[in-house]
């Protein structure tokens, strides 16, 4: 006689046949909470951001100066660490990561480019030297290296920067190298913080072509922070955050972009400023559930 299985059994075995929450993404952030102390107060950076990436993704985040976007950079590149909730790139848990764990992941299973072109290339050494930097670190032979960063210098079009340094260089050129630099120990996942930043509108849409060109080619996920909201046009998806938590996206599908809220895991839809004032929204609204919708209207107002 076949014992019949407890509650605790049935739920278990439940749980194994339902796909976790971002299973098979590349970028799981969970109810992400980051808090900044600060001369005995507190800042909230992010307030329960949830946000999947899969793999091979071409994605942007944008935001106002202070939305937590550069915070959600900084934890997903690895060089901050979250208060609360589940961040984890490339099968690597964010949280729970030691020191020494820490630096592989960011040398093996990340690359990263700054806005700041200073702040991606060594001044002292040629573009080359620069690109084989983190492949020396990474232990691979010289002739290797040599070979790899000749390709990817000239993939992303600076095949003839080779020898030159920095100073030698425009703003584009230096942005394009430090692309390869990203994916010279070829990273899963490329994290751009505003890496047009500091360029004319036709160079970042150069270092925006290499950026793409990176993801095509090796099939690299490539997220790209900044608050130019015109950047759509160059990626698939575009996640935009406001007061620490996803809000809205736009995708791309077949030349046309389609926009959403974002509904969180709890629940929760940030509306358009723009659509509240115009109807006076404000402290609560009434919800209807519809056939097909629900339909969303001020609340009565305040005594």
């Not at 006689?1 to 976790?20: H, N």
């Not at 079009?157 to 260089?169: H, I, K, N, Q, T």
Request: glycine share 10%; aromatic share 4%.
């Amino acid at each position: 006689m076949t014992d019949t299985p407890d509650l605790a059994e049935l739920e278990r075995r439940a749980a194994e046949r339902t796909p976790g929450y971002g299973e098979g993404a590349h970028i799981v952030c969970d109810n992400l909470v980051r808090i900044y102390k600060t001369e005995g107060v507190e800042v909230v950076a992010l307030q329960g951001l949830d946000l999947l990436v899969d793999p091979g993704e071409l994605v942007a985040v944008v935001g106002a100066s202070g939305s937590g976007k550069s915070t959600l950079l900084n934890i997903l590149s690895g060089l901050d660490v979250p208060t609360a909730g589940v961040a984890r790139v490339a099968g690597s848990d964010l949280l729970t990561m030691a020191a020494r764990e820490r630096l592989a992941f960011r040398r093996e299973r990340v690359g990263f480019i700054w806005q700041q072109t200073s702040r991606n290339l060594l001044p002292y050494l040629t573009a080359a030297q620069n690109v084989e930097l983190p492949m020396r670190f990474a232990g691979r032979s010289r002739r290797a290296r040599a070979t790899r960063a000749a390709e990817l210098l000239g993939m992303l079009g600076v095949g003839d920067c080779a020898g030159r340094r920095p100073d030698e260089l425009s703003g584009g050129q230096q942005q394009r190298i430090a692309v390869a630099v990203a994916v010279a120990n070829e990273p899963r996942v490329v994290l751009a913080d505003e890496p047009t930043g500091e360029l004319d509108t036709a160079t970042a849409a150069e270092v925006f072509a290499a950026l793409r060109q990176v993801n095509e080619e090796f099939g690299t996920t490539t997220v790209v922070v900044t608050h130019d909201r015109q950047i759509s046009g160059h990626v698939d998806r575009t996640v935009g955050i406001r007061d620490g938590r996803t809000s809205s996206e736009v995708r791309r599908r077949a030349g046309a972009a389609e926009e959403y809220a974002v509904l969180d895991r709890a629940g929760r839809v940030q509306l358009p400023a723009p659509f509240t004032e115009a109807l006076g929204m404000r402290d609560r609204v009434r919800l209807n559930l519809e056939t097909d919708h629900i339909r969303v209207r001020p609340g009565e107002e305040r005594e």
